[in-house]
């Protein structure tokens, strides 16, 4: 079985500050790097390095050739990601604070030319039980999962960053649905499906699935930079689901995959291999 992420590529280009800019100030980075980033590319590696058969499938402009090369170095199928020469790329400018907490503002770039023929090309490739993973930072997202749920794949949806349009999603169709506080915030007073499985992260005080099974967050003495520990969390939790764990052991090894990320910088670069833990 293998998991098919239709997810976002980014470049991330990341400032440290002591603290994050307000509004009308100016104030000077202490250093600057450039990663590669995206929450669906994030969550390929995550999945891939835990072991999980992947494809990822999303667009990326002439500039993104190094998104395509960390996740095929992590073990990412990318017969599915179309080379866009008519935009650049997605980017993010990511602050991180002294606290290891980040902002981000984001640019969609390729992300957001999302085609009907690399849906039903990329889908064509899914058999029954597959998982499709999706994020929301790419364009089409009603019209994958309806493909999708047609050819009787299995969603996880992770409505990141959370929109106006995500409670108008067909999440009647959702198996899971993997969110952090703000997002579930956002979409709790909304009539949710019945069924639905909602598998909440809570930062430090670890996560919850279904309001039932909890597991809390490792203890990590020195916070150096939280961007992708979500992402982190959710490639590692499929990965051991895939193999064959039950849903409070694989949240366990994904809350140890998320706390050894945050223990460094960058996004795919921070993300452990399953040796690693
Ligand atoms: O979840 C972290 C990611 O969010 C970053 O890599 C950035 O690209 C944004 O999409």
């Not at 104030?27 to 390095?49: E, H, M, T, V």
């Not at 809390?216 to 959710?234: L, N, W, Y």
Request: proline content about 4%.
């Amino acid at each position: 079985m293998k998991v098919i992420n239709f997810g976002s590529l980014n470049i991330d280009l990341v400032y440290r500050v002591h603290d994050f800019a307000r509004p009308g100030e100016t104030i000077s980075a202490l250093s600057f790097s450039r990663f590669a980033g995206g929450k669906g590319l994030n969550q390929s590696i995550a999945l891939a390095r835990a072991g999980a058969q992947t494809l990822h499938a999303g667009a990326v402009g002439k500039d993104g050739g190094f998104l395509l090369d960390i996740l095929r170095e992590s073990g990412v199928d990318c017969s599915a990601v179309a080379i866009d020469d008519q935009a650049p790329s997605g980017h993010a400018v990511i602050q991180v604070a002294d606290s290891g907490e980040n902002v981000i503002v984001l640019f969609p770039g390729t992300n957001h030319r999302i085609t009907e023929e690399s849906i039903r090309q990329t889908l064509s490739r899914a058999e029954a039980g597959d998982i499709l993973l999706l994020q929301n930072e790419i364009s089409s997202i009603p019209e994958i999962m309806r493909e999708a749920a047609a050819r009787r794949m299995r969603i996880f949806l992770n409505p990141a960053p959370m929109t106006q349009a995500v409670p108008d999603y067909p999440l009647e169709l959702t198996d899971t649905l993997i969110v952090n506080e703000t997002e579930w915030d956002a979409l709790k007073s909304h009539k949710l499906p019945d069924g639905l499985n909602v598998l909440k992260t809570l930062g430090a005080h670890g996560a919850v699935y279904n309001d039932t099974i909890r597991v809390p967050a490792e203890k990590v003495d020195k916070v150096v930079d939280t961007t992708a520990a979500g992402d982190t969390f959710i490639g590692y939790f499929i990965a051991e689901l895939l193999r064959g764990q039950d849903i409070e052991s694989a949240m366990k090894t994904a809350s140890a995959a998320s706390a050894w990320c945050i223990r460094r910088a960058g996004a795919a670069v921070s993300i452990p291999w399953r040796r690693d833990l």
